[in-house]
């Protein structure tokens, strides 16, 4: 059925696996080396070359990159960074104020605990950035870390094995390590104005789904940013401010904040303390869409993970392929699911002054743990509020006038400083490397990256995705289909075929689109320990991973109950 679905798609790259041994090289098909360390990798790289150990290119140096160079290292892979820096998000998309959301127990390798792990704050950007570089540096990944080195391009170059069709491309017949080079990449560096090329056997997408590339409004002609006398700026370039830049920027200033996801909310924080004092000003959040955000990780004294993190809560929500006894105790138990959700809600809405803001969500609070949009408010948040330093407006569209911004009432907000908080373009960012068919076939009719366990696009030869799908720890759900992928490509285990892969995510893209409207954002929170066994099945492990059955029942899961053992 997804097969045929894909018909369409699949047609270029059929005649692309068919024209690819014609291809012509690019004139410098070979990497150029451009220092010393990198003429010793290039050598390293000749010597696997005769050796026959496949080339490994992991491309992005945030927490899925790392994960994925730890968890290949005995393939020596090259990871490009396009930035001076590892880190990601945490390094380059954090404001002064931007803290994890999950607690540090959480958000923790398997094999490489917090030093301070039983802090409850959450730590800051700068310490997981900390962390990271710890991580990095035990288990010795700097050596294949190659910073400023991004990635511009990348050309399909396989073809052998793959060439009876597309669907051996995974699966039996098909190997996820190309026997020759699969993928050119091609990656530009400070040193260096030319694109340099060099081949690998597979390829690892880590370039992450925020930052780098902004999603922006669009506007009719004349009621856009040109129009406005003042400065407009997305969180992506408000990231780039040092503190005292940021706080000159809206200190006294007139500041309209566009978004109510966690980063405007940081945003109208900083905004707020900027203007404390006699000259300030009440920054205006402009609100689309209202979401549920919580104070703390725990509801009425009960800590958050009871709701959602253990098999027994997980136990009322739908998973995919749940067969017809589950999906009648999920119908029966739908009252429960719906009950939870709603205490949640009433629990927020009688801490939180939503009402007296306008701010309490019409949707089901599930809704938004579903779409890992639940966002953990700043302590002071509604404190600033209360004390008039943000307000906030709802409007379901805006554009500008000269003097600030309009809103669908045609009410006119004035402002010195417009914010756009407006997200990001994560795919996008990977369509702009990747060549055609793939470019096309990215995401699906859905607008979901069709991703088998979260990692392989089942048309997408020796190539995988890791962070591209969401659950309440980013970094467990990388970390764990690293792990995954180290065995698949160990040769540990097979893919099934494409067809399979296909019925497999068009199941999840199901359960994902009738538990919550958001589902575009590709997140498994409600069925993640499910989708954990599933991998650990196929890896051989157990997946009941706790010591007794009350634990398997009430406790949460987290990357501690997928560390490695020996025996494995
Ligand atoms: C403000 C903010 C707060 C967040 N808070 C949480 C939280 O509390 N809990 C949680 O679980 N998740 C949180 N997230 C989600 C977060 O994105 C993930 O937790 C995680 O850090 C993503 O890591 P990543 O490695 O997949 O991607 P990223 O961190 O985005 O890393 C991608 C890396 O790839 C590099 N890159 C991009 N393009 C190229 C190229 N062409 N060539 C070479 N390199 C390239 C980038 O420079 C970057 O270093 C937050 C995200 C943001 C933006």
């Known amino acids: 059925m997804y097969i045929l679905m894909h018909f369409t798609c699949l047609l270029p790259f059929v005649c692309l696996l068919i024209y690819t041994p014609l291809m012509p090289c690019p004139p410098s098909t070979t990497f150029v080396p451009f220092s010393e360390r990198e003429r010793e990798r290039e050598r390293e790289r000749e010597r696997m070359e005769k050796s026959g150990t496949p080339r490994v290119a992991i491309i992005g140096g945030g927490i899925s990159g790392l994960a994925a160079a730890k968890e290949l290292r005995w393939l020596e892979p090259v990871l490009f960074e396009a ?121 690892v997408m880590c370039i992450g789904k925020y930052g780098d590339v902004p999603n922006l409004p669009t506007f009719p002609r004349g009621k856009g940013p040109e129009t406005f006398l003042g400065k407009v ?113 009433s629990s927020l809405t009688w801490k939180l002054p939503l009402e007296k803001y306008g701010l309490k969500p019409n949707h089901p609070f599930v809704e938004d743990y579903a779409s ?43 402002a010195d400083v417009v914010l756009l908080a407006t997200g990001f373009d994560g795919k996008q960012k990977l369509k702009s490397v990747l060549p055609e068919p793939f470019r096309g076939l990215i995401v699906d009719s859905s607008g979901v990256m069709p991703l088998y366990r979260g990692t392989i696009h089942p048309l997408i030869p020796h190539m995988a995705f890791v962070g591209y799908v969401e659950s309440v720890s980013n970094l467990h759900t990388s970390e764990l289909r690293c792990k995954w992928l180290g065995r698949l490509l160990r040769g540990h285990f097979k893919l099934p075929g494409t067809g399979a892969m296909f019925r497999q995510t068009g199941a999840e893209i199901d359960v994902m689109k009738r538990t919550t409207r958001f589902y575009r954002r590709h997140c498994i929170s409600t069925f993640s320990i499910n989708h954990s066994d599933d991998m650990c099945e196929e890896m051989g492990w157990s997946s009941w991973r706790k010591r007794s059955w009350l634990a398997e029942l009430f406790s949460a899961y987290n990357n501690q109950d997928y560390k490695e053992d020996e025996s494995q």
Not at 379 to 386: I, M, S, V
Request: proline share 5%; net charge negative.
């Open 83 to 203: 930035t001076d820096s590892i880190g990601g998000v945490w390094r380059h998309c954090s404001f002064r104020s931007t803290r994890l959301q999950t607690p540090r127990p959480d958000y923790e390798f398997s094999d490489y605990q917090w030093a301070d792990r039983n802090d409850p704050t959450f730590p800051t950007h700068s310490e997981i950035l900390e962390y990271l570089h710890g991580y990095a540096t035990h288990f010795d990944l700097w050596r294949f870390i190659e910073l400023e080195t991004k990635v511009v391009e990348i050309r399909f170059v396989g073809h052998g094995e793959t060439k009876t069709g597309f669907t051996d491309l995974w699966g039996d017949k098909g190997r996820p390590i190309a026997d020759g080079p699969a993928w050119e990449v091609g990656v530009v560096t400070p040193r260096s104005n030319t694109v340099q090329w060099c081949k690998f056997e597979f390829v």
């Open 372 to 414: 890992c949009q639940m966002a953990i408010l700043p302590e002071n948040f509604f404190a600033e509020a209360d004390e008039g330093r943000i307000a906030f407006k709802r409007s379901s569209r805006w554009c500008f006038w000269e003097g600030g911004v309009v809103l669908d009432d045609n009410t006119k907000l004035e």
């Open 233 to 345: 700026l997305h969180s992506l370039d408000y990231c780039k401010l040092d503190d005292e830049a940021a706080k000159s920027l809206m200190k006294g200033k007139k500041v309209v904040i566009i978004g109510y996801k966690k980063s405007a909310i940081d945003l109208a924080v900083e905004c707020a303390e900027a203007n404390h004092g006699t000259d300030g000003q009440p920054c205006t959040m402009v609100i689309r869409t209202l979401h549920w955000t919580v104070p703390s990780y725990s509801i009425s004294g009960l800590p958050f993970f009871l709701f959602f993190s253990t098999r027994l809560s997980q136990f009322l929500h739908e998973r995919p392929n749940q067969g017809l006894f589950r999906s009648l105790a999920c119908h029966l138990l739908s009252p429960l699911r719906r009950g939870v959700s709603r205490f949640i809600e």
